[in-house]
C-alpha cells in the first residue's frame, strides 16, 4: 500500500492546489539564500518536487542535483535537466546518499512525512551525512506554534473548475489535512500528515552543526514566535569529509 505522500504527490491535482506556489517565489527565496552561499558549490535539493528551487539555483551558477520520490514530479523536473548543472534522480530519503554536497536544501515543508517518528530522523542524518565538511544544511519548515493557533479547520479553494475541499485537525503530534477534489463527475480524495517538530526538535536533530541563522519566512526576516515558517541555517564544522 502507497504511503500518503507517494499517492498525492504523484496526482496532478497536487500540483495544481499549490499552483500559487511558484517560479516566482522559489526565485526570489533561493537568490536571497544563494548569498549565503558559496559560489558554484554542489548542491542537493532533497526532496525537490518539481524541481522551481533546483531551476532557480541552477540559473544563479550552481551545480544542483534534485532528490524525489514522486515519478510525476521528477518527469517535470527533468525537461529542465542540462547535465552537469542540473540532474534529478528517484531516491527514498531514508536511504543514505551516495555522494556528499557543498549544500544540502530540504525546502517547503519537505520533512516530518512518515508515521515512524525514527523515520524522520533518518532523513535528517541522512542530509547530515550527505554535507561535506563545512557544508550548508537548510530546512524550510513550518513554525508549528503558528500552525497551531492560526489552524484554519474547513476552507474551499477553487482552481478553474475543480473544488478543492480541506479539513484540517491536530491528532496528536501531527496536522493532519484531508483532501477531497470535485473536478465534473471525478472525484478524489488524499491526505497529508505532518509531524510537528519545534525549533528545539531542529536544534536537538542539528547538534553536530554549526546554527548561523534561523529565519521565519521566505524573506529572511528573523524567527520569533510568530513567523509563518521556521526556516534553518546550520553548517556542518570539526567533521573530516
Keep these: ?14 500540483s495544481l492546489l499549490y499552483a500559487h506556489r511558484d517560479e516566482n517565489e522559489a526565485e526570489g527565496f533561493v537568490r536571497r539564500l544563494a548569498e549565503r552561499l ?3 558549490a554542489r548542491v542537493l535539493d532533497a526532496p525537490c518536487g ?16 534534485g532528490f524525489d520520490l514522486a515519478p510525476t514530479l521528477l518527469a517535470r523536473a527533468r525537461v529542465y535537466e542540462s547535465p552537469p548543472e542540473l540532474v534529478f534522480f528517484r531516491r ?25 517518528p525514527a523515520d ?4 535528517f542524518d541522512n542530509l547530515v551525512a550527505g554535507l561535506n565538511s563545512g ?11 503558528f500552525v497551531v493557533r492560526r489552524l484554519i479547520e474547513k476552507e474551499t479553494i477553487f482552481r478553474g473548475d475543480i473544488r478543492f475541499d ?43 552543526l554549526k546554527v548561523e541563522n ?23 564544522v570539526g567533521v573530516p569529509s
Design 166 to 208: 480541506i479539513n484540517r485537525k491536530l491528532v496528536g503530534d501531527r496536522v493532519v489535512k484531508s483532501i477531497r477534489v470535485f473536478d465534473g463527475d471525478k472525484k478524489f480524495e488524499a491526505e497529508e500528515r505532518v509531524r510537528l517538530y519545534r525549533p528545539d526538535d531542529f536544534r536537538r536533530m542539528a547538534w553536530a
Design 92 to 116: 527514498d530519503l531514508r536511504q543514505p546518499f551516495p555522494e556528499r554536497f557543498d549544500v544540502v536544501l530540504n525546502l517547503f515543508t519537505g520533512f516530518g512525512y512518515f508515521d515512524d
Design 50 to 65: 518539481n524541481g522551481r528551487h533546483a531551476r532557480a539555483l541552477a540559473k544563479l551558477g550552481f551545480f544542483v542535483t
Design 38 to 40: 558559496p559560489p558554484r
Design 135 to 145: 557544508g550548508v544544511l537548510t530546512v524550510d519548515f513550518l513554525n508549528a506554534d
Design 1 to 14: 500500500m502507497a504511503e500518503w505522500f507517494e499517492s498525492w504527490f504523484d496526482s496532478p491535482y497536487y
Design 214 to 236: 534561523e529565519w521565519g519566512d521566505y524573506a529572511l526576516s528573523p524567527f520569533d514566535s510568530d513567523s509563518p515558517r521556521y526556516i534553518l541555517f546550520a553548517r556542518k
Design 120 to 123: 524522520d530522523r533518518r532523513v
